[in-house]
T-cell receptor, first 115, second 111 residues
Framework: AQKVTQAQTEISVVEKEDVTLDCVYETRDTTYYLFWYKQPPSGELVFLIRRNSFDEQNEISGRYSWNFQKSTSSFNFTITASQVVDSAVYFCALSIIQGAQKLVFGQGTRLTINP | GAGVSQSPSNKVTEKGKDVELRCDPISGHTALYWYRQSLGQGLEFLIYFQGNSAPDKSGLPSDRFSAERTGGSVSTLTIQRTQQEDSAVYLC?????????FGPGTRLTVL
């Protein structure tokens, strides 16, 4: 079975601070995807990134960056110079590449950026 | 292009009534998923459709829940004899290759 743990339930920072959201996963499968989704107050889940288990390259997209480390089973997400619009609940998720690819989600981290 | 759409956006029903929730996936996406988001259980998988294959119903919580997908496109999730614990946001997602894109969800409230 797969499991995703987001230990940080809530984080609150002041605008322009950097913030890192932690994600730790468990799976016995060797081929899988890892995802981050954003859920703003409107409620819709917005796809941010997908990484394959065989590609440990870190990725940067503007103010967002992701650190994937198989050795520690972690897929952390950093927002640099945070903005109020980054306030949302962020979910980390895992799916096995074979079969249904159903997503297993972490419990989410509620991020609040204060002006 | 158009994203995943769901209707209704909100549904209030009385305990014991049946409800139908609809999902329109992104055009061309062969896979369709239903998830449920509730305060106590977080985000959990319900059912998966892929083309003409038999659906994966392993996440359905009881036999009161069923779903169908007609013509490989629109899907309907039906909950019979609703219970208060069915209150949640029901999310639909579709995908072509690996990444699932979600609709805005249907908030179901059972009184």
């Amino acid at each position: 079975a797969q499991k995703v743990t987001q230990a940080q339930t809530e984080i609150s920072v002041v605008e322009k601070e950097d913030v890192t959201l932690d994600c730790v996963y468990e799976t016995r499968d060797t081929t899988y995807y890892l995802f981050w989704y954003k859920q703003p107050p409107s409620g819709e889940l917005v796809f941010l990134i997908r990484r394959n288990s065989f590609d440990e390259q870190n990725e940067i997209s503007g103010r967002y960056s992701w650190n994937f480390q198989k050795s520690t089973s972690s897929f952390n997400f950093t927002i640099t110079a945070s903005q109020v619009v980054d306030s949302a609940v962020y979910f980390c998720a895992l799916s096995i590449i074979q079969g249904a690819q159903k997503l297993v989600f972490g419990q989410g981290t509620r991020l609040t950026i204060n002006p | 292009g158009a994203g995943v759409s769901q209707s209704p956006s909100n549904k209030v029903t009385e305990k014991g009534k049946d409800v139908e929730l609809r999902c329109d996936p992104i055009s061309g996406h062969t896979a369709l998923y239903w998830y449920r988001q509730s305060l106590g259980q977080g985000l959990e998988f319900l059912i998966y459709f892929q083309g003409n294959s038999a659906p994966d119903k392993s996440g359905l919580p009881s036999d009161r829940f069923s779903a169908e997908r007609t013509g490989g496109s629109v899907s309907t999730l039906t909950i019979q004899r609703t219970q208060q614990e069915d209150s949640a946001v029901y999310l639909c997602a579709s995908s072509l290759v690996g990444t699932q894109y979600f609709g805005p969800g249907t908030r179901l409230t059972v009184l």
